[in-house]
């Protein structure tokens, strides 16, 4: 299995050609079949591989698998090559498993939509693209799985289409993950022009060789980190991901919550060598992350779409792994992409579970009281709740907390650190809060929405309860991976270490073991306060403590509910000025290049008119043609 | 001897028949054999400057052309029997399609 690690994407593949040519006619059973055999294919020859790496390999070395030479001109080229390494296993683990609970899952929720192939034909191509972006070995082969998530985006975001937001949410998220892209392509350009080449390995090595400028190695990270907020959804350009909201709930969970989104911090770890090379990229990637968290928190205080709130604790959580891998903490970040892909997918499928018992409402100003209900529902999302709000013993409690201690203890900007740490413990804050007022406000109190959505509240069935009781078991135990050293064992952090060499002398970040305890300690107090908050305020009282919020600040109130007005101010800024300057180009360069073409034409057949006349038809009269011109011609010759 | 200009001037008055044959004539055979005219016009001047130079070249020539109008006769009937298939007449005025 190690030497045909290609078979791992393959299948999903092989599952979107089958679904895409044949599955509207082959009709449901079928796409149900191929959709899940290729989820699950993948995962398991994916584990198969993993298992057989673990006979191999023990001190994390790199397995690489060369399918062929993809091109090569002068000193420049790439192959397309499979890899297995400790982080690449993580990723992949994550990704297929998680990516099998919710195709299980979908085929409950999307039951009874129109394009039920389509949907699960773009499911199995998000797969295998996926599955290329984590298992390529080289930043060109993983730009090709990076774009083709992409792509599956766009057609999942999009797959209402005949709604009008949900096409235009999927064209903005494909046109600004584009602004993020050029940043990635110059990156690989410059890699080319300076490393030499853009395989992993080879890269990490020609920049720990040294003899290359730092003003290099600092815009090459800079231009990649680009690329990671364009997929990842941090500012500037995070505003695509709570549009996104508007594909199918599922693909909100694996797309834009579990596995696409934390392609950037996986990006980033992956080249923690350049990064610790240079401590400014790092420290901007430290305090995006940082400034995402805390900014994407508040606006998710106001928000009332039970996805939206999730969509932008998403952006958040995302700033938080941005914090862990900036600060130097790679093994922190990566550990919060896991635990969160736990949680965050948790509590999507369990958005979809609310949104399908509620016969399709997303607000939670008309929902309420569905504790009783839809039990199972309702404690699984408890539990994720529980471990993003940051709750020890739970997922979200260990990872974030490791961040945070991270930050405190970075050696790569002591202050600026210290910062981050703030701005970190204020954003959990905030989460704690939010989440509590999503769970309070959909969950308790009195039903708020129809007559005929009360009566329609029902359990969901098996398909979609069992992913749902197994990620919130996962959100329970899935943070034992990385316990800190006061505590136990980080085994996360000892399996990523032969990925994170040392460089100028440095290693992994080390954390004392006083500061681990306080953060920890001021981690759990923050949850708390931030649950207690959210308690006193929603739990009895419920829309009446937004709306007295709204009484006592409405500017605030206003600002946080329009998203800080950042949209409108793209809109402004860059939007409609790119509009008008199409426009100008359209209507009047257009029409001045038209006008020369067009009268060109119009010389042509002026000409054309006039000739026509000799073109009598008559043989005779050509003869007499014929014969006037030679004559004309003797006569000149002589 | 008789002198080349006489055979220039005879070739040059069978060249204009020809070239008022096929400037007047409606008829497509006419026509043809007019041009034949023509051709036998000019393959006159080549024996008669021959004859005056002595040389063999201009006579091979001739072998030449008269066996290229033999060819070109063929190619021309067969395009005016083609003709007549379709339109059951030879008048080249009738046959007009490319008119503007």
Redesign the interface.
């Known amino acids: 299995m190690l030497n045909t690690l290609w078979l791992i994407p393959i299948v999903p593949f092989a599952g979107f050609l089958l679904n895409g040519f044949f599955g509207k006619r082959a009709g449901k059973s079928f796409v149900t079949a191929v959709a899940l055999a290729g989820s699950l294919g993948a995962a398991l020859l994916g584990t198969w591989a993993v298992i057989e790496y673990n006979a191999h390999y023990h001190h994390g070395e790199r397995h690489l698998n060369v399918v062929y030479n993809w091109f090569t001109s002068g000193n420049i080229g790439a192959d397309i090559a499979f890899q297995l390494d400790p982080l690449s296993i993580i990723m992949l683990m994550v990704v297929t498993w998680v990516g099998f609970l919710i195709h299980l899952y979908s085929v409950g929720y999307m039951s009874h939509e129109e394009g039920y192939w389509r949907y699960f034909a773009y499911l199995n191509l998000f797969m295998a693209m996926m599955l290329i972006l984590i298992l390529g070995s080289s930043y060109l082969f993983m730009f090709v799985g990076w774009e083709g998530v992409g792509l599956c985006s766009y057609l999942l975001i999009g797959f209402y289409y005949d709604k009008d937001f949900a096409a235009a949410a999927g064209k903005k998220a494909f046109i600004v993950n584009r602004i993020g892209d050029f940043g990635f392509l110059v990156a690989m350009f410059l890699m080319f022009a300076y490393l030499g080449s853009v395989d992993f390995m080879k890269v990490q090595q020609a920049a720990m060789a040294g003899g290359v400028d730092s003003a290099i190695i600092t815009a090459i990270c800079l231009l990649l980190f680009l690329g990671a907020t364009g997929k990842s959804a941090q500012i500037p350009l995070y505003v695509w991901l709570p549009d996104a909201m508007a594909g199918p709930t599922p693909v909100s969970a694996l797309i834009h919550a579990a596995t696409m989104v934390t392609a950037g911090v996986y990006m980033v770890a992956r080249s923690n060598v350049l990064y610790r090379l240079s401590p400014i990229a790092m420290m901007v990637v430290a305090l995006i992350g940082a400034a995402t968290a805390l900014f994407a928190a508040t606006i998710g205080l106001r928000q009332n779409d039970i996805k939206k709130v999730l969509a932008y604790s998403t952006v958040s959580q995302l700033g938080f792994m941005f914090m862990g891998v900036g600060v130097g903490a790679f093994a922190a970040g990566v550990f919060h992409l896991v635990t969160h892909a736990f949680f965050k997918a948790c509590l999507f499928l369990g958005s979809g579970s609310v949104i399908h018992a509620m016969s399709g409402e997303q607000d939670i100003r008309r929902m309420g009281g569905l504790w009783k209900k839809i039990p199972i529902t309702a404690w699984t999302f408890l539990i994720a709740t529980i471990a993003i709000a940051g709750f020890p013993p739970f997922a979200g409690f260990f990872s974030k907390d490791e961040i945070l201690a991270s930050a405190w203890s970075t050696h790569f900007f002591p202050g600026v650190g210290k910062l981050v740490y703030v701005l970190g413990t204020i954003a959990a804050f905030f989460t704690a809060f939010y989440m509590f007022r999503l769970f309070y406000l959909t969950f308790f109190g009195k039903f708020r929405g129809t007559h005929e959505q009360e009566h329609h509240v029902h359990e969901s069935p098996a398909t979609m309860t069992v992913p749902l009781i197994i990620l919130a078991f996962l959100s329970i135990v899935g943070g034992f991976i990385g316990l800190p050293h006061v505590i136990g064992h980080n085994w996360l952090a000892e399996w990523m270490h032969p990925l994170i060499p040392d460089v100028e002398g440095h290693g992994p970040l080390h954390i004392a073991g006083v500061v681990e305890w306080t953060v920890m300690i001021v981690s759990a107090l923050v949850a708390l306060a931030g649950f207690l908050l959210a308690r006193s305020l929603y739990r009895g009282r419920e829309l009446a403590a937004d709306e007295s919020f709204e009484r006592r600040s409405p500017a605030v109130a206003r600002t946080l509910e329009n998203k800080y007005y950042v949209d409108e101010f793209y809109g402004a800024a860059v939007v409609r000025p790119l509009a008008a300057s199409s426009r100008f180009l359209w209507k009047v360069i257009d029409a001045i290049i038209d006008g020369i073409a067009a009268m060109l034409g119009f010389i042509v057949r002026g000409f054309g008119d006039l000739l026509?006349?000799f073109?009598?038809?008559?043989?005779?009269n050509y003869?007499?043609m014929f014969?006037l011109g030679v004559v004309v011609f003797l006569f000149l010759l002589v | 001897m008789i002198p080349t200009e006489w055979f220039l001037v005879l070739s040059a008055i069978l060249f204009a028949i020809g070239v008022c044959g096929v400037l007047t004539r409606r008829n497509g055979i006419t026509i043809f054999m007019s041009i034949e005219l023509m051709i036998n016009a000019v393959n006159l001047t080549f024996v008669a400057y021959a004859r005056l130079f002595g040389d063999l070249h201009g006579v091979m020539f001739v072998f030449f052309i008269m066996a290229i109008a033999a060819a070109e006769a063929a190619v021309g009937l067969a395009i005016f029997i083609s003709l007549f298939h379709h339109r059951a007449s030879i008048d080249v005025d009738e046959a007009n399609l490319m008119h503007w």
């Open positions: 026509r006349f073109q009598t038809g008559n043989v005779r003869a007499l014969f």
